[in-house]
């Protein structure tokens, strides 16, 4: 399916960076010892940072589920993956940014090994397409996607639900869980835009569509918010969740359409524990059976490979159009 003009053109926008390069590794750990306050768990965990072939995946199903995409752009710190494997065509549609190339203004907060701060200005690459759409690297397509899935009539399609956080506000022992983080974040994006905690539409962990005049707009509207998001080299928990700020900015202006019918599965960290893995695995089978699951995300591929020692397989037959 190819967009009619420029102005239907949408692009897909990856985050990726390889953990396990000793040069990164050696400036993270640098920088984790120069910083004065105690860290949130969720900020240093080292799985945030644990590079395992996921990206690859994703690009596959995107070339699979998703040809119509202009432009993917993968924006990377200095290392980059290696993309041999992929087909010629795959790789003629990518193209690489770097962080210095969207942080004009704020270098000073470089290096950054924020994925906060990095979303935060993902709408500053250069040639973007109005509308793009945001994948980590551990979300993946399962089955034929189409331009109005993420977007009807230039309003982005928002998948979630919504959701009462204001009992986590003052729980100081839900501010340290690490399982928590994400909730903050969503609770702060929320707020700046005038939604309560009380009632605020959570994002699922899927690909997120995005309007890049909206994030240009709020940041000329929220300078001192995005300046600070920017600023923390590491998750804190005064940070908001860019899609999420971009989301209830385009509900609050009635731009957003909501996603009725459940087409993604999320796997997270730490599912299936104490279970030979046989659940995940059926999951996994049933999305292959089905063109109604069209987005999956694996928080932790390494673990899941412990407990279902073909999870690539299974992941190459539900990304396979």
Known sequence: ??????????????TWVDGSDEAHSAKRRRYMAQHQTVLHKNAINPHRWVCSGEILYCLKSIENNAPWI???????????????????????????????????????VLPTFNSLAIETV???????????IYFNDDVFLTAPLTPTDMFDNKKPVLRGQWVDYSSLQDDVTAQNDPGKFNHYMQINAA?????????????????????????AGLFTQYPKHFTANIAHRFRELSQFLPQSLHNHACIAARRAIFKKQRDHVHIYSGQGNGNPGDRVSTMLQAITDT????????NDLPQLEILVPDIRSLLTQAISD
């Not at 010629?88 to 770097?98: D, E, H, N, Q, V």
């Not at 063109?291 to 694996?298: D, P, V």
């Open 122 to 132: 993902l709408w500053r690459i250069e040639g973007l397409a109005e509308q793009f």
């Open 291 to 298: 063109t109604n699951i069209k987005m999956l995300c694996i």
């Open 1 to 14: 399916m190819v967009q009619k003009n420029k102005h239907d053109q949408i692009d897909a926008v990856i």
């Open 70 to 108: 202009r432009i993917i752009w993968i924006v990377v710190d200095d290392v980059t993956p290696d993309l041999s494997s992929l087909s010629p065509k795959l790789r003629s549609k990518i193209s690489f940014t770097y962080h210095h190339e969207i942080f004009p203004n704020f270098e000073d």
């Open 191 to 215: 707020q700046i835009i005038g939604f309560s905690a009380r009632r605020l539409f959570a994002a699922a962990h899927v690909a997120h569509p995005f309007l890049r005049s909206e994030m």
